[in-house]
């Protein structure tokens, strides 16, 4: 600790940058919030500067007890990345394996208590840190897409994938206590869904869950919805895959009379043009509007003209969308996997049942969509519901706290062996 006694950490984000979503956001926003009550040296991407310091220059003071190292291993290998994605593991690997001698260096250089890894927040992804006990994550991972409903309308190239992933995410589940620097350095680790949490526990790994996503409430939320007799107005926001879980979206609609709902899809992706052509085979193109990709200060206009979030995927270990609904207090209709099934508590939306065969899910999410449409206050009451939830245990204020008695207890520990 330092004269003041702020807890010193090393904090290894691959994915840092302001303003930013998804991973990029995630590193950034630990660096930021942990920096209030200690002093953290941050290690990330050398590609990442060009994003991090015009942002410091214009914002100074945001982050005054962080330190920024940039760390780049082989540009060659990094540009062949960015061309050819299914790299990215092994460059990833490679500069976590890189990391090892400046980790080494900055843990003399600056006293440092902890170590601190946030991303790439997966489990699956090795981390090679040491030298002071590891705070792993949040991560996430442990999840897998339930196999009997992965191939409906999803294409097979995509199905069988995902069964490859499926089986690789269960090998690396057994090999929990190889992967994990937490336990053999006397650290912690936070799991962000409960499916990874039981694989710890099942590994004998100490665990507690957290959240990997947080959001800041909007002070400007929406506060009424469509009046009875017009179309239920339904949102979708996210990347254009079959495991996003569209496709289900889709067949619900095809029974919901025309005139009673309307779908807005916003995002692109991979399968943009095989779900576009599904709309046309199920004859409900007519009720669905593909906006394509909407930018991030445009967002809170389309949560606001919107009733309520579809969020359908069939697994994620974040949320993020949901999230930014009840940012707005839209409330959201999930299935009960991975990240969702954590957010969406009783009150705030509704989780659906996986369990069942294909015809199941799509009539359950059918008259989930026809109970809203015919109780629009229930819309309010729980997006009211969803926002406060947001507020108690997804801001990042609260994150930070939990993180701190983390480190606290970590260090304690630590002092006493």
Not at 129 to 156: Q, S
Not at 274 to 293: P, Q, S, T, W
Not at 356 to 368: F, N, P, Q, S
């Amino acid at each position: 600790m330092d004269k003041q006694g702020k807890i010193r950490i090393l904090m290894s984000a691959f994915a840092c940058e302001p303003e930013e979503g998804s991973e990029p956001e995630v590193g950034w926003r630990w660096a930021v919030m942990m920096a209030r009550d200690n002093e953290v040296v941050l290690v990330t991407q050398e590609k990442n500067r060009k994003h991090i310091e015009p942002f410091l220059a214009k914002n100074p003071g945001v982050c005054e007890n962080v330190t920024f190292v940039y760390h780049e291993f082989w540009p060659s290998l990094r540009r062949l990345k960015r061309r050819f994605g299914w790299l990215m593991l092994p460059y990833y690997t490679l500069w976590q394996w890189s990391l090892r001698g400046v980790v080494d260096r900055l843990l003399v250089e600056h006293e440092i208590d902890l170590i601190h890894h946030v991303t790439f927040a997966s489990f699956r992804m090795p981390v090679f840190l040491r030298g002071r006990p590891v705070i792993w994550g949040p991560v996430g991972g442990a999840d897998t897409a339930p196999r009997h409903l992965l191939g409906f309308h999803g294409p097979w190239k995509s199905v069988l994938r995902e069964r490859v992933r499926n089986w690789s995410t269960a090998l690396a589940v057994r090999l929990l206590p190889l992967i994990d620097p937490s336990r053999r350095t006397g650290g912690w680790a936070f799991a962000s869904t409960p499916g990874t949490a039981r694989a710890f526990q099942a590994s004998e790994i100490p665990v507690a869950i957290l959240p990997t996503v947080g959001m800041v409430a909007q002070e400007d939320w929406r506060r009424e919805f469509t009046p009875d007799g017009e179309p239920l107005k339904l949102l979708f926001v996210g990347r254009l895959h079959h495991l996003k879980g569209l496709q289900f979206l889709f067949e619900a609609l095809r029974e919901i009379p025309a005139d009673k709902v309307v779908l807005t899809v916003v995002g692109t992706g991979p399968q943009e043009d095989h779900l576009k052509n599904l709309a046309k085979d199920m004859m409900i193109e007519d009720r669905v509007n593909f906006v394509g990709f909407v930018l991030r200060p445009d967002l809170p206009e389309v949560y606001r003209s919107h009733d309520l979030l579809l969020a359908p995927s069939l697994y994620e270990s974040g949320g993020l969308s949901i999230l930014e609904a009840f940012s707005f207090g839209v409330p959201a209709v999930a299935l009960k996997r991975g990240g969702p099934a954590l957010i969406v508590a009783p009150g705030c939306g509704t989780l659906i049942e996986v369990d069942g065969e294909v015809g199941e899910v799509c009539r359950e999410l059918r008259a989930t969509i026809l109970r809203y449409g015919h109780d629009r206050e229930l819309l309010l009451k729980q997006g009211t519901m969803a926002r406060a939830r947001l507020q108690e245990d997804y801001s990042w204020d609260e994150k930070r706290l939990r993180m701190q008695e983390a480190y606290e207890r970590v260090m304690g520990t630590s002092e006493s062996k």
